[in-house]
């Protein structure tokens, strides 16, 4: 039995999917359940026209082995579209070695560049800071669909962003669609040993 696409899509709206892999991942994580991301972009190219799947995440400098590396290049065979920048290594006044790898500019920049071609957006991230371009794209006409949770403690998407968004789809009414019910596939690991690191403020 096929399962029912869960988006807010209509079938003649070109759509854009942008996920913020750091924030996704987290999210999932916080929900309990690992993303089958084939299913995934399913889930988002079945009654609609998706036109592109933009996937962000920092890596390890390339001299290092990056745990994620395995499943960047997995997505980028699969139907992403993959952006990605190092990893800024700093040290804490304490001393403690941190990584910071935000991408955020990378999405709002990629974001408005395809705001003509598109009538709908799918911004995966629960970051505040998002809040400004989810506005302006509307004031381009476009409708903007944000997807994260309220079903942790704390939630995690900002307030100001669930509510600026023009729908607001929870991932976990998305896990019967998009969680992994199998084995990884060779190239989908990576993820479950690896946290960028970075201190998302929602």
Request: aromatic residues 10%; glycine residues 6%.
């Amino acid at each position: 039995m096929t399962r029912e696409a869960v988006h807010f899509c209509e079938p003649y709206e070109r759509v854009a999917l942008f996920i913020d892999g750091a924030n996704l991942y987290q999210t999932a994580r916080a929900l309990g359940f690992d993303i089958d991301y084939r299913r995934f972009l399913k889930n988002f190219s079945t009654n609609c026209r998706l036109l592109r799947a933009y996937y962000y995440t920092a890596l390890l400098d390339e001299q290092e082995y990056s745990p994620i590396r395995p499943l960047v290049d997995w997505l980028e065979y699969n139907g992403y579209t993959m952006v990605t920048k190092p990893l800024r290594e700093y040290t804490q006044t304490s001393g403690r070695r941190k990584y910071k790898g935000n991408m955020d500019v990378e999405i709002a920049v990629d974001a408005m560049e395809i705001s003509p071609y598109v009538q709908h957006v799918v911004l995966v991230s629960g970051d505040g800071d998002f809040r400004r371009l989810v506005e302006a794209l509307q004031r381009r006409g476009l409708r903007v669909t944000v997807v994260s949770t309220i079903r942790t403690q704390p939630p995690m998407v900002a307030d100001e962003l669930r509510r600026q968004a023009d729908f607001f789809l929870d991932l976990a009414d998305l896990q019967p669609a998009i969680a992994r019910t199998q084995p990884r596939e060779e190239g989908e690991s990576g993820r479950d040993r690896f946290d960028d690191g970075r201190d998302d403020e929602r």
